[in-house]
């Protein structure tokens, strides 16, 4: 019989699995040489880019005879022509300008001597003219506003300029070489019809700025037909 006050230590079964689990083994130092980066890898070479392309001068479908009949033909029948007309235009808005300004001030210079006779005189019908004549010199004044003169004569101004800009497209006939016809023919129809279309879009603008005016309760007078139409 075991003394129970002096137990004896139990032998553990060396069939049955110890609670605790298997004890890992000590792990060995590894000996064995690093691994070997690989090399670096170079970035692909870049191409060298290509020089931008020149752009090729447009040149006329015709020989060099025919473009120089078509150019002589477009200069007399659509830039001379144009370029009179913007003349004319401008003209005739300078001289709507200036005669209703020289209107306005000869009232305003009439009221004056007016204002002084009544002073001298004493009768009511002069200081009655004298109240008028400065009305009427402003309705002038108004009146050339409402119609934009000198506004609409700027713009017929920078045409005409844009246009005789576009005619130095042209070689001197005097110094022609061969094939510049052909060169210029192109160029010269290019730049005219930009400038007509330019100057057709400020018309527009115009319009929409004399619509806007009237929906805020303004009184723009609308401009005049562009393009000789």
Known sequence: MSDPTNPTPTTPDPELPSSEGPQPEPSQPDTSP????????????????????TPTPLRSPFSEEEA????????????????????????????????????????MFVSTLVSSFSVVSGWPIWALITALLPAFAAGVSAFRSLYQWERQASLYDEAWIALQ?????????????????????????????????????????????????????????????????
Do not use: C, H
Request: glycine content about 6%; proline content about 13%.
């Open 34 to 53: 690093p691994t070997p980066l690989p090399p670096p890898v170079a970035p692909p070479e870049t191409p060298p880019s290509a020089p931008p392309a």
């Open 165 to 229: 800009q576009a005619r130095l497209t042209m070689p001197d006939e005097d110094y022609t070489e061969p094939g510049d016809y052909q060169r210029s023919l192109p160029q010269l129809v290019d730049q005219t019809e930009e400038i007509l279309r330019g100057e057709a879009g400020q018309w527009g603008q115009i319009n929409l700025a004399v619509k806007s005016g009237a929906q805020n309760g303004q009184t723009v007078a609308p401009p005049a037909a562009a393009n000789g139409e």
């Open 68 to 107: 120089r009949l078509r150019t002589q033909l477009y200069l007399t029948k659509r830039l001379d022509y144009q370029a009179e007309y913007y003349q004319k235009r401008s003209d005739e808005f300078n001289f709507n300008s200036d005669r209703m300004l020289y209107v306005s001030a000869g009232i």
